[in-house]
């Protein structure tokens, strides 16, 4: 489990229902969550207040922009991260993931890579032995959201290289989340 870390996070985004529920589970891992469904709002309140902003999809690229400019005005070191899907657990990840890299924490897993030849495969670095879990969120066309466990185990230190045995689906959105030592190591789109 991530260890508690106390940071500030704001939220941007335009589903009420998603931010609140993120936010619950933000708070559940020790941080304070303030969330806004309306970007003009956010664009009032002050970056040294936060230590991650975090912007639904559903906030254009223009407005992304433009408050990433009025937030780290005040707040140079303010991490931001773009939510990849609404699957709170892949948002959660993904914050714990830019407080992290923030914060400048040590990191056990290097070179993350995946391939799909047919099977899921995953390529990695670990400078260390570590416990390591993956996980793939998938939502499909309909907005259902899944999570699957694909790996749990120990790994030696160096080059690791796991075969899954399973296909993405073949419909819909699919991510990664890596945890290594149960911090996340990686978060990455795969289809």
């Known amino acids: 489990m991530e260890g508690k870390s106390g940071a500030q996070v704001l939220l941007v985004?335009?589903?009420a229902r998603v931010l609140e529920k993120l936010a619950e589970a933000l708070r559940a891992e020790g941080m304070s969550v303030r969330w806004v469904d309306d970007a003009a709002q956010a664009?009032?309140?002050d970056g040294a207040d936060f230590d991650v902003a975090a912007f639904g999809r559903g906030i254009d690229a223009a407005t992304r922009?433009?408050?990433r400019k009025a937030l780290s005005a005040r707040n140079p070191k303010l991490a931001f991260?773009?939510?990849l899907a609404p699957i709170i657990p892949?948002?959660?990840d993904q914050v714990l993931y830019a407080r992290a890299e923030a914060a400048g924490a040590p990191r056990a897993l290097a070179d993350f890579a995946w391939q799909e030849g047919g099977k899921l495969e995953f390529s990695f670095r670990l400078d260390r032995d570590c416990e390591v879990e993956i996980d793939l969120h998938h939502l499909?066309?309909?907005?259902m959201a899944r999570r699957v466990s694909l790996y749990r185990g120990r790994q030696p230190a160096g080059e690791c290289r796991?075969?899954?045995g399973r296909r993405l689906p073949r419909f819909g959105e699919s991510y990664v989340s890596v945890r290594a030592e149960g911090?996340?190591?990686?978060?990455e789109r795969l289809k």
Do not use: M, Q, S
Not at 140 to 143: A, K, M, W
Not at 183 to 187: D, K, L, N, T, Y
């Open 13 to 15: 985004g335009a589903r």
């Open 43 to 45: 664009g009032t309140l």
């Open 65 to 67: 922009n433009d408050l």
């Open 81 to 83: 991260v773009e939510g």
């Open 90 to 92: 892949l948002l959660v």
């Open 140 to 143: 499909n066309p309909l907005y």
């Open 162 to 164: 796991i075969a899954t």
């Open 183 to 187: 911090r996340v190591a990686a978060v």
